[in-house]
């Protein structure tokens, strides 16, 4: 089993920033790529950005050059760092985790965290 713990979130003005991170641990092994998600009310949950083990980002269309995904192996984190902060931003961002065990693909999620852009 994998555990994901996320922190960060909170409320910030439009254009402010916040630094969101997800902490791994359990059975973190064969862990090939970390991403994060997020849910707006009475919207679908969203890809907003993932990072392979190897580093390669994917980005959605939205938050390109305003949001920068990295991640720590040794600390078995991921980051997302946020600027320029838009109202449609706000949501709850989760945490997922892509573990694969022989040719099965196995999901894990964080309990998520509110980010509330608003003045």
């Known amino acids: 089993q994998v555990e994901l713990v996320e922190s960060g979130g909170g409320l910030v003005q439009p254009g402010g920033s916040l630094r969101l991170s997800c902490a791994a641990s359990?059975?973190?092994?064969?862990?090939?790529?970390m991403g994060w998600y997020r849910q707006a009310p009475g919207k679908q949950r969203e890809l907003v950005a993932r990072?392979?083990?190897?580093?390669?980002?994917t980005y959605a269309d939205s938050v390109k050059g305003r949001f920068a995904i990295s991640r720590d192996n040794a600390k078995n984190t991921v980051y997302l760092q946020m600027n320029s902060l838009k109202p449609d931003d706000t949501a709850v961002y989760y945490c997922?985790?892509?573990?694969?065990?022989?040719?099965?693909?196995?999901?894990?999620w964080g309990r998520g965290t509110q980010v509330t852009v608003s003045s």
């Open positions: 997922n985790a892509n573990r694969k065990i022989l040719a099965t693909t196995i999901d894990y």
């Open positions: 359990g059975s973190i092994s064969n862990i090939y790529r």
């Open positions: 990072i392979t083990s190897v580093g390669t980002t």
